[in-house]
């Protein structure tokens, strides 16, 4: 998942679905946490530079990850789900909607059985049903929609193909024997289908709303919730018609997120386990000022932070005063923060330029601009350890002390078609203006510089673009924008096993014409290219001599790792792993990152939830008394 987002591993087999659970650590460890008796009642009042977005809060697509915890944490329930914690536990499935499933032997046919009592918020007042849940995965399979992570469902369930015209189109391999029963029939045996039935866009959608909105992004301000909580102003949404609906007052875009509770939601339908429910209501503002939001929790106007991360002076009197300790958090967040590179754009459409810029790239520096090693181990291969422990020592970029080799990028450069007099310095015109596409918030204004000046050594001159958060992701996710190269992009687990993590970012699935996550094209073939317009096509031509020289492609290989289990399936990943770094080079990675959150002291029970990689709104706990509705925003 996209990130705004431990090194034990732990295997557990459950039937046929493998699930890789991942335990703290690494990072700079983490920091002691109140943990007293939950209270009941109070908001949480945080505030965030920018939500970041990517697909306008519309299930159906939003691929951030801190999205992702507001869903599961509060508004959506889905087939299964997690408990919302720390650590092992907290990649765990576990029952939600669906109190029982079974699957055939062939590992091809999944029966769901629905708990009685899981109501819709008001204005709808019903219960959920089977066929809401089926709305949602036609809605995945509807291509205007853009589900951005849709290709784990398509071809894996049996008639979707993501290319539908519209969300009314029946899928053959989803039916719904009753309201309380929905079947899914599998094209192949897909041993993690309950990670898959566990992610938001597979909540249900009430087909009366969701036929309104048939543009991606646009249901976000309409959500129906299942779960404990609502947007404000859902129960005064007018559903007598489309053109009768407006967005829900408790949703600006561009100035905040007010959830309040859902008086339809039955927690003996749920478990405490996964939903505590404490909160009385959640109030995200926005606030573009950093210092200012840090300060604000500081004087108790704010209860805690969300994804910001806080100043560096602020960070450090958290990290040195004993006194502070049990306000400062920090968790694993099983991501990886990378530089991507454009393979269809020069210079980097030479994968020795692309072996240059990893040598040259100064992580000890980065990691120093980010605040230090507590913000996460530097990142040598794409999967934290967390995800695949066996490639956690590897590092096909070595220098001393993660410093950069100026002179391996310089004999590595000297191999391109871009150094004419083997200086080991980009000569040609394509290695100036390069745009770098970055995030206008530190810690990336802090380490801009720092790339700036390492790609200069090899002759790479970039003129750098620094955007707001959502801004930057929707640039690169556009193909024809043909970005040459971005530094704002992180990239968490979707769920805890090396397919869950890898899958789009580096698989041709994950291209598309807008809306895509694998920005550097891996694998894009010439039919993608077309679809994508003259520009891209063109470009695709010009990378791959007109299609003698294929796009590096790890999609075939990973095909191969899907079908495996134990030692061999590790040792499959390893191998993909070992040539996305040594031959295909799409990526620098430079930080296995920790997740920093800082509460004021009205928090009176804390916990970080490992699914979204943010703390858990399902189960934190607050003391201040504070109605939702009456919390001044915008």
């Known amino acids: 998942m996209e990130t705004l987002k431990r090194s034990s591993r732990a295997l557990a087999v459950v039937g046929v679905l493998a699930i890789i659970a991942t335990a703290c650590g690494g990072g700079g460890g983490e920091a002691a946490s109140p943990s007293g008796p939950s209270t009941k009642g109070g908001t949480y009042r945080t505030a965030i530079e920018d939500f ?63 708990k009685s009592g899981v109501m819709f918020g008001p204005p709808l007042d ?35 193909t993501g290319d539908a015209k519209s969300a009314s189109t029946p899928i053959s391999g989803i039916s719904t024997p009753d309201d309380s029963t929905i079947v899914f029939t599998l094209t192949k045996p897909t041993g993690d289908f309950l990670y898959r039935a566990a992610m938001p866009a597979t909540a249900p959608i009430p087909e009366e709303v969701g036929k309104c909105f048939t543009k991606a992004g646009d249901y976000g301000r309409f959500v129906i919730s299942s779960g404990p909580y609502m947007i404000k102003g859902e129960d005064a949404l007018d559903t007598s018609s489309c053109n009768a609906m407006k967005p829900l007052s408790g949703f ?23 939903r505590s429910a404490n909160l ?31 100043p560096k002076t602020l960070e450090q009197q958290y990290l040195t005063n004993p006194d ?35 040598f040259v790239i100064d992580k000890s520096a980065v990691q120093k601009a980010w605040g230090g090693p507590a913000h996460g181990d530097i990142a040598t291969m794409p999967e934290p350890p967390t995800v695949l422990d066996a490639t956690a020592n590897t590092d096909p970029y070595p220098s001393p002390n993660h410093e950069g080799d100026v002179q391996a990028a310089m004999d590595a450069m000297k191999q391109s078609k871009y150094d004419s007099n083997g200086d080991g310095k980009c000569d040609a015109d394509v290695c100036n203006n390069v745009l770098l596409v970055s995030r206008n918030i530190p810690p990336w204004t802090d380490m801009n510089p720092i790339l ?30 043909l970005i040459p190269i971005a530094a704002n992009a992180g990239w968490g687990k979707d769920y805890a096993d090396p397919y869950g993590f890898d899958f789009f970012i580096f698989h041709s699935a994950g291209i ?21 317009g003259p520009k891209v096509l063109a470009a695709w031509n010009a990378a791959t001599g007109n299609g003698k020289t294929p796009l590096p492609s790890v999609d075939k290989k990973m095909d191969e790792c899907y079908g495996l289990t134990g030692d061999a399936r590790t040792s499959c990943w390893v191998e993909l792993d070992t040539y996305l770094m040594e031959q295909a080079v799409p990526w620098v990675p ?35 008394g504070i109605d939702p509705n009456s919390v001044p925003v915008g």
């Open 280 to 310: 009385d209501g959640v109030v995200i503002t926005i606030d573009t000022n950093t210092d200012d939001i840090f300060n604000k929790i500081q004087s108790g106007e704010l209860d805690g932070s969300w994804a910001s991360l806080p």
């Open 252 to 274: 600006d875009p561009d100035k905040f997120m007010v959830f309040v509770r859902n008086p339809n939601y039955d927690a003996a339908t749920d478990s405490t386990d996964s």
């Open 590 to 624: 430079y930080l296995w990152a920790t997740v920093f959150t800082v509460t004021s002291d009205s928090v009176t029970h804390w916990e970080f939830d490992q699914f979204s990689g943010a703390l858990s709104f399902a189960h934190i706990a607050v003391n201040n």
């Open 126 to 160: 019903r219960a959920v049903t089977s066929k809401d849940i089926a709305y949602a995965f036609q809605r995945i399979n509807t291509k205007s929609l853009i589900a951005q992570y849709g290709n784990y469902y398509a071809g894996v369930v049996e008639g979707l």
């Open 512 to 532: 598309a014409c807008s809306g895509q996550v694998n920005y550097s094209e891996l694998g894009m073939s010439k039919d993608q290219a077309a679809e994508c």
């Open 452 to 481: 700036s000046e390492d790609l200069g050594k090899i002759g790479i001159n970039v003129k750098i673009r620094e955007l707001e958060t959502s801004t930057a992701y929707t640039t690169i996710q556009t193909a024809d924008n």
């Open 324 to 358: 502070l300790k049990d306000n400062f958090h920090i968790n694993s967040g099983d991501r990886t923060w990378y530089i991507t590179m454009n393979l269809l754009v020069p210079p980097f459409d030479d994968v020795n330029v692309r072996k240059a810029v990893n």
């Open 52 to 114: 970041g977005f990517t697909n306008g809060f519309d299930p159906t697509g939003e691929y951030l990850g801190t999205a992702w915890g507001l869903y599961s944490d509060l508004i959506s329930r889905t087939l299964v789900t997690y408990k919302h914690i720390d650590g092992v536990p907290g990649d765990e499935i576990v029952p939600d909607i669906a109190e029982s499933w079974e699957t055939s032997a062939d590992g091809l046919t999944w029966t769901f059985h629905l």
